[in-house]
């Protein structure tokens, strides 16, 4: 039988994998990291200690739903790639928008305040630090990811490795936020967008080899 006759018909044999199982696979694996994440997180560096004060400000909810977005999107764009013959397109599309959309508010509000202060504001007093525990932190849910997506069916291995790093990133910033007091949009734009795009780019990386078939 040649090659592509015989690449037809196991093709031909294989079973779709159903929305529900591979979001229960993808609930099972991220959930774990993602409790793992948070646990580190206390530990680690502890919850800042004026959380109720900053629950009650614009500016933690702006990074809350900034990663948790992400992060959303992320997983429905894992979910979709996990799945032969469905298409991503649309979910790659929302992945965009939450930072397309806190990117214009950083450039607002920096464009609102005196020169002196936009460096400042983009810099805060932990950009040395943030990125690099954005991406520890998303390691277990970045595992977990990887975990999942080897036992469902993802046909682009590059591809779904940036969508399960950009999506453990964003939940790992989602987790760091409850340590984190820098507020401005400019440096939640910045830094903690570096966070998870260096996790993506380990998932692209990694994905190359961990989930092809």
Sequence with gaps: MKTDALIDDLAGRGTAVSAGRAARILGLGAGGGALVSFVAMVLWLGIRPDMADAMATSAYWMKFFYTLLFAAAGFWTIDRLARPGTSSRRQMILEALPFAAIAL?????????????????????????????????????????????????????????????????????????????????????????????????AGALLGRFLLRW
């Excluded at 950009?127 to 977990?144: E, N, Q």
């Excluded at 999942?148 to 989602?174: C, D, H, N, Q, Y």
């Design 105 to 201: 508010l950083a450039l607002v509000r920096l464009a609102l305040v005196p020169a002196a202060m936009r460096m400042p504001m983009a810099m805060g007093h932990s950009s040395h630090v943030c990125p690099l525990r954005i991406a520890i932190l998303a390691l277990p849910v970045f595992a977990g990811t990887f975990w999942s997506l080897r036992k469902l069916a993802p046909t682009r291995p590059v591809i779904s490795g940036l969508a399960a790093g950009l999506a453990a990133g964003a939940l790992g910033a989602f987790i760091y936020a409850f340590h984190c007091d820098e507020s401005a949009a400019a440096f939640v734009a910045l830094w903690y967008t570096l966070g998870i795009g260096l996790v993506g780019l």
